[in-house]
């Protein structure tokens, strides 16, 4: 099993579309191969700032969703909304 930190900082005023956002396309990775489950979680000093933790069962699965088309659409909503790049952790035990 490996999870997947994703790290996101929204421009400002945008935090609200953000959320809805991501509300809206939850069903993209639902019955993704692999994917186990996963939770964002906001900043308590920095409103802006979100991290996604998600579980999967290996690296090939998160690579496969990771350069898939429904990750790609979930992005054309998501990208747009960021100050920053997101940045990409993986880790393992």
């Known amino acids: 099993m490996i999870k997947v930190i994703i790290d996101r900082l929204i421009a ?3 935090e609200q579309h953000y959320d809805q956002s ?9 019955n993704t191969p692999g994917f186990l489950g996963s939770e964002t979680l906001r900043d308590i000093e920095n409103s802006s700032h979100r991290v996604t933790v998600s579980l999967w069962d290996n690296l090939q699965c998160w690579s496969q969703w990771a350069s898939s088309d429904n990750r790609r659409k979930l992005h054309s909503h998501i990208d ?6 997101e940045q990409i952790t ?3 035990h």
């Open 12 to 14: 400002e005023g945008l």
């Open 22 to 30: 991501l509300r809206d396309t939850v069903s993209l990775i639902e």
């Open 80 to 85: 747009p909304l960021l100050d920053h790049e």
């Open 90 to 92: 993986i880790l393992t």
